[in-house]
């Protein structure tokens, strides 16, 4: 089954507006953390964001800010005052297996976001 | 910084060629991933590795191997590739950490095409 789920395969966002990148998730268990990662396109994964489960408080990192929504099982990420650096793809990812030498991390498809000027 | 680094950006090779990619990080992480992009497909985990010479199976391990013989490098191996092995392959790196937070740093990625 799938864990990650982004239904937006690409959306278009006028420069300096927010963007919201929607992101459903999959677990049962208790304690698990969700990412979100951007990849330009010269390939490069970078890191943006991320929050924990037990977090009372919705992440936030400069311009990025994560809507976590734990009844619904839903960690958006909200890009705001949107530039033309932030065109790129974006997925957001989950790990939800805290057990000793288990660290991977499951990914969604992927959203792309082009910035319009 | 972090930094990851992949062998190759960008690799051709044919069908049934032994291809060997390499990853090398330099930050004395213990976890080290390969994963493969696809479109429409995201990430998927091919293997995983936590410490020296240890290894386990991601989602589609089906058609390779890795090695893990230094802690700042694993190699994946397709022993015989094929067409549909044709897609870019992403390497990560991570420390161990107790609770859920494992931020993995990635490397430049590889795109391979098998003709």
């Known amino acids: 089954a799938q864990k990650i789920t982004q239904t937006q395969p690409g959306m278009f966002v006028q420069e300096k507006e927010a963007v919201t990148l929607d992101c459903t998730y999959d677990t049962s268990d208790q304690s698990y953390g969700l990412f979100w990662y951007k990849q330009p396109s010269s390939g490069e994964m970078i890191f943006l964001i991320y929050?924990?489960?037990?977090?009372?408080q919705n992440a936030t990192e400069g311009r990025y800010s994560l809507n976590f929504q734990k009844a619904r099982k839903s960690a958006n990420l909200v890009i705001s005052a949107s530039q033309l650096g932030d065109s790129a793809m974006y997925f957001c990812?989950?790990?939800?297996?805290?057990?000793?030498?288990?660290?991977?991390?499951?990914f969604g498809a992927g959203t792309t976001v082009t910035v319009r000027a | 910084d972090v930094k990851v680094t992949q062998s190759s950006r960008y690799l051709v090779k044919r069908t049934g060629e032994k291809v060997f990619l390499e990853c090398v990080q330099d930050m004395d992480h213990e976890n080290m991933f390969w994963y493969r992009q696809d479109p429409g497909l995201g990430l998927r985990l091919i293997y995983f590795?936590?410490?020296?010479?240890?290894?386990e199976k991601g989602d589609i391990p089906e058609g390779y191997s890795v090695s893990r013989e230094k802690k700042e490098r694993f190699s994946l191996i397709l022993e015989s590739a094929s067409t549909n092995q044709t897609s870019m392959y992403l390497c990560?790196?991570?420390?161990?950490?107790?609770?859920?937070?494992?931020?993995?740093?990635f490397g430049p990625g590889t795109r391979l095409t098998v003709l």
């Open positions: 929050q924990g489960s037990y977090d009372e």
């Open positions: 990812a989950m790990r939800d297996s805290p057990h000793p030498y288990d660290y991977k991390l499951s």
């Open positions: 590795s936590y410490d020296v010479k240890m290894k």
């Open positions: 990560a790196s991570s420390l161990n950490f107790g609770d859920t937070y494992n931020e993995q740093f």
